[in-house]
């Protein structure tokens, strides 16, 4: 009969166990989340938040399943144009800089973790056309791009002298660029310490020479 009794109270304590197992479970039913991260491209360009300034990422709750929204928003860089949000597991993104996305809660699992979206804000770097002033010989043309280089280049050329570069006036000023095009660092306006274009538009910049061996 002793036996009996131990046995018995084990199992009833094993039922217990289920029982209270079981309500914990479902309790974490109840507790679905959908969590929306925000980044942008390039990264460390302009900024970017989801549902409220300085926020780059937010979580909402919900039933199983649920559509919860969330509102994002981007700030386009000066030297950049927008060129919209992109995404690889949310749909029906907006075309503006701000919106509203919708997105679902996670599924019933039997647990509470969240279901994870993430939201990229997309910037292009703006192109400006800068103007070559011969100075006394034949003109030039390059195209800048914001934080960038030059490229499409067509050089100036004096008969009898050597181009040694181009500058912000028709003698002395700064060196904007070498006779190869090369961006100088951290001049003034134009180029920030890692020799890239910063100004944002296009310019107008004259040859200058040394004498010596034609490069016409």
């Known amino acids: 009969k002793s036996l009996t009794r131990v046995i018995n ?14 309500f914990g479970v479902e309790s974490a039913w ?52 927008w060129s919209g949000w992109t995404s690889s597991n949310v749909s029906g993104l907006p075309s503006e800089t701000s ?19 993430s939201v990229t ?12 002033d011969g100075n006394g010989g034949s003109k030039g043309s390059a195209t800048a791009t914001y934080d960038g280089g030059w490229s499409s280049i067509t050089h100036c050329s004096r008969t009898g002298y050597t181009l040694d570069g181009y500058y912000t006036t028709q003698s002395g000023g700064y060196k904007v660029a070498d006779a190869l095009g090369n961006l100088q660092k951290s001049i003034s306006e134009y180029t920030d310490a890692n020799g ?7 310019a107008t910049l ?8 034609s490069n016409a």
């Open 30 to 81: 109840g507790n679905y989340y959908a969590k929306v991260t925000v980044s942008t491209n390039p990264t460390g360009k302009g900024s970017v938040y989801v549902e409220k300034s300085g926020q780059t990422s937010a979580t909402k709750s919900g039933d199983s399943d649920a559509n919860v929204s969330f509102s994002i928003s981007a700030t386009t860089p000066p030297g950049y144009e």
């Open 196 to 202: 890239k274009w910063i100004k944002d538009g296009g």
């Open 99 to 117: 919106g509203t996305i919708t997105v679902k809660t996670a599924t019933k699992t039997g647990d509470s973790n969240a279901k994870e979206y």
């Open 206 to 213: 004259y040859a200058q020479y040394n004498v010596g061996y």
């Open 121 to 132: 804000a997309n910037f292009t770097a703006k192109t400006y056309d800068i103007t070559l």
């Open 9 to 22: 109270n084990y199992k009833g304590l094993l039922i217990l166990c289920a029982i209270t197992s079981t």
